[in-house]
């Protein structure tokens, strides 16, 4: 059911058309940033994130794709205001943490 609720609010985002240019640096950089800290501070377990350098730019919304452990891949999409608004997990993704399960933790 998560999966669904993650699923409609990243379509909802994207559908949006987010004015945000992706491809720039700085832009690019808050986003890893952001989506760095939230990973670590809402999964358990997340010791390393690598980034894919190729930048994701699906209808001008920002979206950042890479790994968690060198191994479990993931995508988030974000708003313009740099927050998250859906994570797709791969295989092998780290659980959330206990705290985070019913609300987002800090980011």
Sequence with gaps: MKSVYICLISLLVLLSGCSVNSTD????????????????????????????????????????EGTVNGEAEFTIAMDERFEIAGVSRGKNFPEKKDACKEQICAY
């Design 25 to 64: 640096d700085e832009i690019l950089e808050k986003a890893k940033e952001k989506a760095e800290s939230y990973l670590k501070n809402n999964y358990q377990n997340v010791s390393e994130v690598t980034f894919v350098d190729d930048p994701n730019n699906p209808m001008d919304g920002i979206t950042v």
